[in-house]
């Protein structure tokens, strides 16, 4: 199963500012990873996807996302991610 409303998902710079690397790069995430069963919520349906971030100097890392498909706008938005979930971070 891939995220609902992929296509159109959306990245807040405030939510990658600082620490991750580019909005790009969830991005893909978002369009082409798994999907775990998503869980309601207040404000939509919340969905984790996992996924490697390249690093800048070669380096990668395992990441979960958290995105959110809104219930009255169906969009889809990031709520945050980790890297820390998988245990050890190094992938290459």
């Excluded at 498909?69 to 290459?92: E, I, P, Q």
Aim: with cysteine.
């Amino acid at each position: 199963m891939l995220l609902p409303e992929a296509e159109h998902a959306i990245v807040d710079p405030a939510k990658i500012h600082g620490y991750l690397l580019s909005a790009s790069h969830l991005l893909v995430i978002a369009r082409t990873g798994e999907v775990l069963p998503g869980q309601a919520s207040p404000f939509g349906v919340k969905f984790e996807v996992d996924g490697i971030l390249a690093g800048p100097l070669g380096t990668s890392a395992k990441v979960r996302t958290v995105w959110i498909v809104g219930w009255l706008n169906r969009r889809c938005w990031l709520v945050f991610s980790r890297k820390d979930f998988w245990g050890s971070l190094a992938v290459s």
